[in-house]
């Protein structure tokens, strides 16, 4: 049988490990709150900003300090959007963007990891090509938009390829190199307990390189918009890049600048569903 004292000792034990308990969860509850507030001053800040400038830019061209004309202002792009949405044309250009858009980032995405692996199986192979891709990075695409055209003609096949072509080497470079930066510690326990080359891909290479590929992701979904606007401004009856072309070459400014703004979200939305998709990937893998 324990004595009081013992049962007194074995009490004040419990009660400090619930103190210690409660100080611990009341650190954790302090700093998600810090944390979420620091989220929401952040996004309130953002929110301040982009306010103040369409206030800004509304009353600049209220006051004639800039000319409306040219640089239009919210309520012009407001009212070019409403009609351009009553006429069905916005969406469907819109709709035809974001198709070609990620069409592109996906064949970009397949075609770099296939070309990054192979050049990881073999190191002979990497440093022949090695120098090759370098230089096809490098090439101003726009410059390669025109010889897609006379090989692929118009349409949204050469706008596709236009959308790879701005992405797709530099991919290629990153994926690569992500790869070659895996702890080649871990790689030779593989061997050493009778894996293959490929089961040091699949269980150490390629779960490593998981952070570089979706960092990567996130430049190459602007880089594909891009690369289909590019197409768009000169092989395209269709889409945000034909609606810029368009508007300026009448004079629509309202028309060019409402277009702008579009990809502006487009280009947000991609990047914020990027970020949600690796945020959950962290999440489930514990990174």
């Not at 100080?23 to 982009?50: C, D, G, N, P, Y």
């Not at 640089?71 to 070609?100: D, K, W, Y």
């Not at 089961?199 to 979904?221: C, E, H, M, Q, Y």
Request: glycine share 6%; aromatic share 12%.
């Amino acid at each position: 049988m324990k004595t009081d004292n013992e049962k007194k000792k074995v009490s004040t034990e419990e009660t400090l490990q619930k103190n210690k308990k409660a100080a611990h969860l009341t650190k954790q509850e302090e700093f998600v709150k810090k944390h979420r507030r620091h989220h929401h001053e952040i996004a309130s800040w953002r929110t301040l900003l982009f306010v103040l400038f369409l206030v800004l830019w509304e009353i600049s061209a209220e006051l004639k300090w800039i000319d409306s004309f040219f640089f239009s202002s919210p309520s012009r792009v407001v009212q070019c959007f409403a009609e351009q949405i009553r006429n069905n044309s916005m969406l469907s250009h819109i709709g035809v963007t974001l198709f070609e858009t990620l069409f592109s980032f996906l064949l970009v995405l397949l075609f770099s990891l296939l070309v990054s692996t192979l050049l990881w199986y073999s190191a002979k192979l990497s440093e022949i090509l090695e120098p090759y891709l370098v230089v096809l990075n490098s090439l101003p695409k726009s410059a390669l938009a025109p010889l897609f055209i006379v090989w692929l003609g118009t349409g949204t096949r050469t706008i596709i390829v236009a959308g790879m072509s701005v992405a797709i080497f530099g991919s290629i470079i990153s994926f690569y190199t992500g790869f070659q930066q895996v702890d080649r510690e871990k790689i030779t326990l593989i061997y050493t307990l009778g894996g293959t080359r490929r089961d040091a891909f699949s269980k150490v290479v390629l779960p490593g390189s998981v952070p570089i590929l979706l960092s990567t992701a996130k430049v190459n979904i602007g880089l594909a918009l891009v690369g289909v606007i590019i197409g768009e401004f000169l092989a395209a009856r269709r889409g945000l890049g034909y609606l810029i072309i368009y508007g300026s070459q009448v004079f629509q400014l309202d028309m060019v600048i409402t277009s702008i703004i579009i990809l502006c979200i487009i280009a947000l939305g991609f990047y914020k569903s990027i970020q949600i998709i690796e945020h959950q990937i962290k999440i489930r893998f514990k990174m």
